[in-house]
């Protein structure tokens, strides 16, 4: 099974921060790597899909990169919205999701 | 529009089953397999298999192997996810998702307790 561990598990920023999460796969996935924002009470809303493809609707401050192993989402400008768990996913073999990363204040 | 919606919340006792719905409206449902995905309190996603929704064909994560069924009725465009030998480390939030990664159900709690 394809293991995927994200860093930090959490972080506290402030609104107009940059934010950077990273997600790592335990072999090449080429860019099968997705990211996932979730607020509580709600169901994972999809934001990056094939490491770097913005899906439709989501703000141009989200972006992700990378591809192989590791990986990268990017929150140029924090939003007071941006502040929820995100969660890479790998789509290469099955799924397999991170451990998420909390976004505090 | 495309729309999950799952059944609503369940609770069960140690050792019984559950089976959670998943009504899709909005495409044709023939055309994407659906996963499972489930949510422990306050845990992580964690993965559980998936059911082309064409053939019938499932593959299950091995962690839940012999105690996971998934199905479909395509004649109402639901699939079905059955749990069986339930125990209290099962309570979670139990989603439908599409192949496609954006559709997703709204959850279905499942809480295991004597």
């Known amino acids: 099974d394809i293991q995927m561990t994200q860093s930090p598990s959490s972080l506290s920023a402030s609104v107009g921060d940059r934010v950077t999460i990273t997600c790592r796969a335990s072999q090449s996935i080429s860019t099968y790597l997705n990211w996932y924002q979730q607020k509580p009470g709600k169901a994972p809303k999809l934001l990056i899909y094939t490491a770097s493809s913005l899906q439709s609707g989501v703000p141009a401050r989200f972006s992700g990169s990378g591809s192989g192993t590791d990986f990268t989402l990017t929150i140029s400008s924090l939003q007071p919205e941006d502040f929820a768990t995100y969660y890479c996913?790998?789509?290469?073999?099955?799924?397999?999701f991170g451990q998420g990363t909390k976004v505090e204040i | 529009q495309v729309q999950l919606v799952q059944s609503g919340a369940e609770v069960k006792k140690p050792g019984a089953s559950v089976k959670v719905s998943c009504k899709a409206s909005?495409?044709?449902?023939?055309?994407?397999?659906m996963h499972w995905v489930r949510q422990a309190p306050g845990q992580g996603l964690e993965w559980m298999g998936w059911i082309d929704i064409n053939t019938g064909g499932t593959n299950y994560a091995q962690k839940f192997q012999g105690r996971v069924t998934m199905t479909r009725d395509t004649s109402i465009s639901t699939a079905y996810m059955e749990l069986s030998r339930l125990r209290s480390d099962d309570t979670a939030v139990y989603y439908c998702?599409?192949?496609?990664?954006?559709?997703w159900g709204q959850g279905t709690l499942v809480t295991v307790s004597s």
């Open positions: 909005g495409y044709t449902f023939t055309g994407y397999y």
């Open positions: 998702a599409r192949d496609d990664l954006e559709f």
């Open positions: 996913q790998q789509s290469y073999n099955t799924w397999t």
